[in-house]
């Protein structure tokens, strides 16, 4: 079964500072990673995806994440945190089960931005 | 568009009582979800279906949570009885399909204590 560590669960940073949330997944012929975001008291929302392609991915609110396949891992990545970017941030990977896609999440790491 | 409906937000119960969860999802999504959010974990899978047969339903406790999709719709999730370690965030999702170009969509969740 796929797996998924992410390494902080807690970063805390100055606003405006370039922030790095780490994760690693289990190795495995075909990968597909995602990252979610979760606001205080609201559901998850996607913030991008890795199925194929170019290894550099972008996503909405001015985040990327880079898939690197010999470490596996697909840490992600903002140039410049806003306050409003404090929430918890969640890896997921998924694996094939009769057929159909299931995600598997790692355990979330908490961004809080201080001023 | 509307997204995932979810209620009630927020549930307190007392350990061996009983409780559903509703959830409505995305208008032509077939495919449901139901995790299960413990304090400081990811989501957990629960059950997965599509339309309204089950696809995997591996890791519900079957002695005493049940699910259904009667219509292909909307869906309830029940515990019959609780025990204090279901206190959890249950969450919703819906996608169009099963492949893993189709993002999940999570609802704001229910918040369930159980004393």
């Known amino acids: 079964a796929q797996s998924v560590t992410q390494l902080d669960s807690q970063v805390p940073v100055f606003e405006e500072a370039p922030v790095e949330l780490r994760c690693n997944y289990s190795?495995?012929?075909?990968?597909?990673l995602f990252w979610y975001v979760q606001y205080p008291n609201q559901g998850l929302q996607l913030l991008l995806k890795?199925?194929?392609?170019?290894?550099l991915v972008k996503g909405i609110n001015g985040f990327e994440a880079e898939f690197n396949k010999s470490q596996t891992s697909f840490h992600l990545r903002k140039p410049s945190v806003h306050i409003s970017d404090t929430a918890e941030y969640f890896c997921?990977?998924?694996?094939?089960?009769?057929?159909?896609?299931?995600?598997?999440f790692g355990q979330g790491t908490r961004l809080t931005i201080n001023p | 568009e509307a997204g995932v409906a979810q209620s009630p937000r927020y549930k307190i119960i007392e350990k061996r009582q009983s409780v559903a969860f509703w959830c409505n999802p995305i208008?032509?999504?077939?495919?449901l979800y139901w995790y299960q959010q413990i304090l400081g974990q990811g989501p957990k899978l629960l059950i997965q279906?599509?339309?309204?047969?089950?696809?995997?339903d591996s890791q519900l406790p079957k002695d005493r949570f049940s699910a259904e999709r009667l219509k292909g719709v909307d869906s309830t999730l029940k515990i019959q009885p609780a025990k204090l370690e279901d206190s959890a965030v249950y969450l919703c999702?819906?996608?169009?399909?099963?492949?893993?170009?189709?993002?999940?969509?999570f609802g704001p969740g229910t918040r369930l204590t159980v004393l």
């Open positions: 997921a990977v998924s694996e094939s089960v009769q057929g159909a896609q299931k995600l598997v």
């Open positions: 208008s032509g999504h077939a495919t």
């Open positions: 279906f599509q339309n309204n047969g089950v696809v995997d």
């Open positions: 999702a819906s996608s169009q399909g099963l492949a893993v170009t189709d993002t999940q969509y």
């Open positions: 890795y199925l194929s392609g170019s290894t």
């Open positions: 190795s495995s012929v075909s990968v597909y």
